[in-house]
């Protein structure tokens, strides 16, 4: 009975125009997806969303409650959730580790992310797997491709093109094919855009283009097993509103090994995953391509590039139908280097230049995770997870100028971590949802930013850094009867010997004077150090969804984190204020209309030049209310219109966690990198299979 009205509710839900009036038809247009699973959200990334972001995966995140992004310009932002940004964020591309190389965070892993050449965004909230590698203390998030075996010979195409304001031009073609024994898969994307202004009519230095290219073939001999090579390559630049130099590289270059095989039989080990990755950048940031009036010789660009190697492999036991464990190897290796010089032709050329090794990383994980179901509506998982974790300084000297000896140089580190989590979920009766508590312990220890290019206030290397401890308990809810559905996820977290990026000004002796940004004059002067202190931070998100009348929904959503300082007795820097959307839809599964309503409070809490490898606070924001709207179009069976005007009112207004602006040649400097103001996009989405 209850399999014959799942099957039902499916076919209504994939049957457009016929029964609207009796289920409610997916969002057409992405505003905030909910979490309808115990701490997990996923996300379509072909879908439009509004406000329409830019294309790299941080502005994807933003549209999950939670989510903020610290804006420098008009594209790679650095996503922030739940007031943890940088490495607390474990971010993996098809399973893949991708670390940026830019000493300024120019570049987030989510820079090299386009989030349309992939199938599925999924967010895992806390430290409650120990499956995706180390360090994920805030959450885990997966960017993944769909591969199941093909069930005929056929090919298929799916493709999109998008037109906005401000010179925004998308494209995105994915062509693929096969039979059942084997597949190949190919996919371009392609992003423009022109600076953007603001509600005023200022001018934010905000350009970009990006493009990536994805090719895979896999073997699929039988049910059970795949083999696959892929490869990508990407590059793009962007303009940069909050800094003296633009990006004018960000080239990726990666090959991709995946083997899985299934055990088609009932036995003890029910499935084997292995995987092999290596991942390239090479990155340029310079003063002179993409603003006016600087020289192109001297310092004028730095090149900063990272190789990371690694690999895993996951077992799956089945010891009974309740009781099942993944049990798994991780290893990372990640090399980078640096050299700055002058602009090609000039003396002084970079790229004339030899690379040289500022630091080497190596982690190699073991872990197990277990979920025993006990009885059919309530089940245990837990995990456990060690990592052996080693760090070489390799800089001579700490500063651009090559003056200062590295007191740390040729120091290596080691250290063995351990993150273990238990949670307990239980399906309420009728099953109209699931209860959740858990309570997750992760180690991270110190990334690239945090241990090579910072000071401490008493030495100029923060190599010795201590990992950071995260201890969280995460509890929550989701519901879904009828018209109603909702979700409530909370957390309370003790994170001992959290690292915390103060900016600080320093004299010629290295002695510490004072925390500002404002050192004036030449002596003395900025400098940028890390130091272990206590924090708490507790918070959640809440969602609700309402089909009041049979084609319209209403849904709405709340995030709020709240951080101490608990060594200082001040607030924690670098949290997004109380941010609530609400949004309106109708729907007759041909036509959509929709809008969204999206309010952020004032944060008064802030602690100016504190915060994290990406960002410091400013000070005291304003709040602000953003609204917009979209319509969209179901041509044909896989032919979807959409389009939208986001911040129909012009509204002028900064996020709380944006960098403050830069004075660029030809643009009004702004306190904040401002939003962009009014603007209108188009995007048609077409699929052919
Ligand atoms: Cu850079």
Not at 76 to 99: C, H, K
Not at 196 to 222: E, F, K, M, Q
Not at 347 to 369: I, S
């Amino acid at each position: 009975m209850q399999l014959k009205r799942i099957a039902i509710c499916v076919a209504l839900a994939f049957a457009p125009g016929a029964f609207a009036a009796e289920t409610s038809l997916p969002e057409v247009v992405v505003t905030a997806p909910a979490m309808e699973q115990p701490l997990l959200v996923t996300t379509d990334p072909r879908k439009p969303r509004q406000p329409i972001p830019a294309h790299d995966g941080a502005e994807y995140l933003k549209t999950i409650p939670g989510f903020s992004v610290i804006r420098k310009g008009g594209s790679d932002g650095d996503p922030v959730f739940r007031g943890m940004a940088g490495s607390r964020l474990n971010i993996l591309l098809d399973g893949e580790q991708i670390l940026g190389g830019c000493g300024g965070r120019m570049d987030p892993p989510t820079a090299y992310v386009f989030p349309s050449s992939y199938d599925k965004i999924t967010l895992l909230k806390g430290p409650q797997t120990v499956l995706h590698g180390p360090g994920n203390s805030a959450g885990t998030v997966l960017f993944e491709r769909n591969l199941a075996r093909r069930s005929d010979k056929g090919a298929g195409f799916d493709a999109s093109a998008t037109l906005g304001s401000f010179g925004r031009a998308d494209v995105m073609g994915d062509v693929h094919g096969g039979s059942p024994d084997w597949y190949a898969r190919g996919i371009y994307t392609d992003s423009h855009a022109g600076d953007y202004s603001d509600g005023n009519g200022i001018s934010v230095h905000s350009a970009y283009s990006r493009w990536s290219a994805n090719a895979a073939i896999g073997l699929t001999p039988n049910d059970g097993t795949r083999v696959e090579l892929s490869m990508a390559k990407s590059d793009g630049h962007a303009a940069y509103a909050d800094r003296s130099v633009d990006g004018s590289k960000f080239a990726r270059d990666n090959v991709g090994l995946k083997a899985d095989w299934q055990n088609s039989n009932h036995g003890l080990l029910g499935k084997v995953e292995a995987q092999l990755f290596r991942n390239y950048i090479d990155h340029v940031m310079d003063s002179y391509s993409l603003r006016a009036g600087n020289p192109a010789g001297m310092m004028a660009a730095m090149n900063p590039d990272r190789t990371t190697t690694g690999g895993r492999v996951v077992g799956t036991l089945n010891f009974s139908d309740a009781t099942q464990l993944k049990l798994g190897l991780d290893t990372q290796s990640n090399i980078h280097t640096g050299r700055s010089g002058a602009a090609p032709g000039y003396m002084g050329d970079y790229t004339l230049l030899a690379r040289v090794e500022d630091a080497n990383f190596q982690n190699h994980g073991l872990f197990g995770e277990v979920t025993h179901h006990y009885t059919e509506a309530a089940r245990v998982i837990g995990g456990l997870r060690t990592d052996w974790w080693k760090a070489q300084d390799k800089r001579a000297t700490v500063d651009m100028m090559a003056m200062i000896a590295n007191p740390t140089q040729n120091q290596s580190r080691r250290d063995t971590l351990t993150s273990s989590f238990i949670r307990y979920e239980k399906d309420v009766s009728g099953n109209t949802g699931t209860f959740y508590a858990g309570l997750g312990h992760t180690e991270r220890f110190p990334d690239y930013w945090e241990l090579v290019n910072k000071e401490t206030a008493t030495t100029r290397s923060s190599f010795n850094t201590r990992p950071e401890k995260t201890t969280q308990l995460d509890v929550g809810v989701t519901y879904k009867q009828g018209e109603i559905s909702g979700s409530v996820s909370g957390f309370y977290s003790k994170i001992s010997d959290f690292i915390l990026v103060e900016q600080g000004c320093k004299n010629m002796m290295g002695v510490l004077t004072g925390l500002s940004n404002n050192c004036g004059g030449m002596i003395p002067t900025p400098t940028s150090m890390t130091r272990n202190i206590s924090a708490t931070t507790w918070g959640g998100e809440a969602s609700a969804a309402w089909q009041f009348a049979p084609q319209w929904k209403l849904d709405g959503s709340l995030a709020y984190v709240r951080g101490s300082n608990d060594t200082d007795g001040t607030a924690l820097a670098q949290i997004a204020p109380l941010e609530g959307r609400i949004g309106a839809a109708y729907d007759n599964g041909v036509w959509n209309v929709g809008g969204l309503l999206r309010m952020v409070a004032a944060q008064d809490r802030f602690v100016a030049n504190q915060g994290n490898i990406a960002g410091q606070d400013i000070g005291r924001s304003n709040g602000f209310n953003v609204l917009s709207l979209n319509a969209a179009w179901r041509a044909s069976k896989g032919v979807l219109l959409s389009a939208g005007v986001d911040n129909l009112t012009n509204q002028t207004y900064a996020e709380h966690l944006s960098k403050g602006g830069m004075a660029v040649s030809g643009f009004t400097q702004t306190t904040r990198v401002n939003e962009m103001g009014r603007n209108l996009w188009l995007k048609a989405n077409l699929k052919i299979d």
